[in-house]
Nanobody, 122 residues
Framework: QGRLVESGGGSVHAGESLRLSCKNS??????MAWFRQSPGKEREGVAA???????TYADSVKGRFTISRDNTNNTLYLQMNTLEPEDTARYYC??????????????????WGRGTQVTVSS
């Protein structure tokens, strides 16, 4: 099973950018994804990418967030631009051996990281 460790979270102002990283030190998963969860809300699949580089995004982040992966170094990234206060959440790295169409579904996830906090102030 993969061990996923996130980094790169922090506190920024609206309009600024952050890049999250997730190092996978174990099993190679075909699909990897970023989820986020804020208090009182369900965990949301933000973006996913498969081994061929095909990506999917939640409508709320399209055009602002970019997911990528470095298969050589087993690292997943999430570039977040033009951040908004509504993006404030704990962001989790996730992995699954599923088609990318299902990879933003929490029920499909095989391995989770512990998360990294992103806080965006207005």
């Amino acid at each position: 099973q993969g061990r996923l460790v996130e980094s790169g979270g922090g506190s920024v102002h609206a309009g600024e950018s952050l890049r999250l990283s997730c190092k996978n030190s174990g099993y190679y998963y075909y699909c990897m994804a970023w989820f986020r969860q804020s208090p009182g809300k369900e965990r949301e699949g933000v973006a996913a990418i498969d081994g061929a580089g095909i990506t999917t995004y939640a409508d709320s982040v399209k055009g602002r967030f970019t997911i990528s992966r470095d298969n050589t170094n087993n690292t997943l990234y999430l570039q977040m631009n033009t951040l908004e206060p509504e993006d404030t959440a704990r962001y989790y790295c996730a992995a699954a051996d599923r088609d990318v169409a299902f990879c933003r579904d929490a029920a499909s996830v095989s391995s989770w990281g512990r998360g990294t906090q992103v806080t965006v102030s207005s």
